[in-house]
């Protein structure tokens, strides 16, 4: 039984000891840095994007709200509902997607 | 300086000289452990998979709670993205990749041919039966005897007691001595030793 290990632990290591150990780049550091940099510029300038682009709809929101809906009386409630709770409606989307973030989940 | 201070040191200030020195120290180490997840030729993937590593950490080091230590979260979340790694792309073993190794023997010269195309033929055999191993079976073979690390290395960078690597040694090879068995008979095991 323990020859037969034997046997086979020469085996493998007769086997893999010949295949090289592979080796990092000596740069390999600053790599990682300089890609962090990278990713950190591209997640700063979609953060802006994605309050821009929210903004922009929001702003659409309220115009064709307006638009549509001003002469009709019985709409005025629902003007001040869309002007008061669309902020909260994107902080909302934008707090769970930092949450989900938070918690690895994305 | 201990881990968990330049942690510390990084998550208050935001210095990336903290993490450099986070990367700097632990860069091998993470090396290897991708290494032994890939399989012996995957080296530039690997490389391309600890730099993933590192930025994960980098975006994740804020949900570090300190329960265990940096060192036993880092190699958990290296093995877990090796591992992902591996499901997602493979890893083919073909001659050709097992092959070229530049065998040579102790002065330098490469081999007799014959007895070159014979190491290259039971190398691939031998590395095909350890990729059908389970995979923390396979880890812990390519650490050990591809990467020459002692268990006790093996067990810290998995987060296993001594006990258990030793106990998935034994495993691994029984389960490897019967997959070579299959193919090549008693012989190709026991030497041609009854």
């Known amino acids: 039984m323990k020859e037969e290990r034997d046997n086979l632990e020469l085996i493998l290591k007769k086997t893999l000891s010949v295949i090289p150990a592979p080796e990092l780049k000596a740069d390999f550091v600053p790599s990682v840095i300089e890609r962090i940099k990278k990713e950190e510029k591209v997640r700063v300038s979609s953060k802006w994007r994605a309050l821009i682009q929210a903004a922009i709809y929001w702003v659409i929101v309220l115009v064709l709200s307006l638009g549509l809906f001003s002469g009709v009386e019985a709409n005025r409630i629902y003007l001040l509902m869309v002007f008061f709770i669309t902020p909260f409606v994107f902080l909302g989307y934008l707090l769970s997607l930092r949450v989900l973030r938070l918690r690895g989940l994305i | 300086m ?27 180490r993470v090396f290897r452990l991708v290494c032994s997840v890939l399989g012996p030729f995957s080296e530039g993937s690997a490389e391309e998979v600890c730099q993933e590593v590192f930025l994960k950490v980098y975006k994740k080091i804020r949900l570090f709670s300190g329960r265990s230590s940096f060192r036993t979260w880092l190699y958990r979340l290296t093995y877990n993205m090796a591992l992902d790694w591996r499901r997602r792309n493979g890893v083919r073993i073909t001659g050709v990749s097992v092959g070229d190794t530049g065998a040579k023997d102790d002065e330098g010269y490469v081999c007799d041919p014959l007895e070159n195309l014979l190491s290259q033929e039971r190398r691939l055999l031998v590395v095909q039966a350890i990729e059908r191993l389970p995979e923390l079976c396979r880890t812990i073979i390519y650490m050990h005897y591809w990467l020459d690390s002692p268990v006790e290395a093996v067990a810290e960078e998995l987060g296993l007691p001594e006990g258990t690597v030793k106990s998935y040694l034994f495993r691994a090879r ?21």
């Open chain 2, 174 to 194: 029984q389960s490897l001595r019967k997959i070579i068995e299959r193919k090549f008979g008693q012989v190709a095991v026991n030497g041609g030793k009854k």
């Open chain 2, 2 to 28: 201990e881990d968990e201070k330049i942690v510390a040191w990084f998550l208050e200030s935001g210095d990336q000289a903290a993490f450099s020195l986070l990367v700097e120290r632990y860069q091998k």
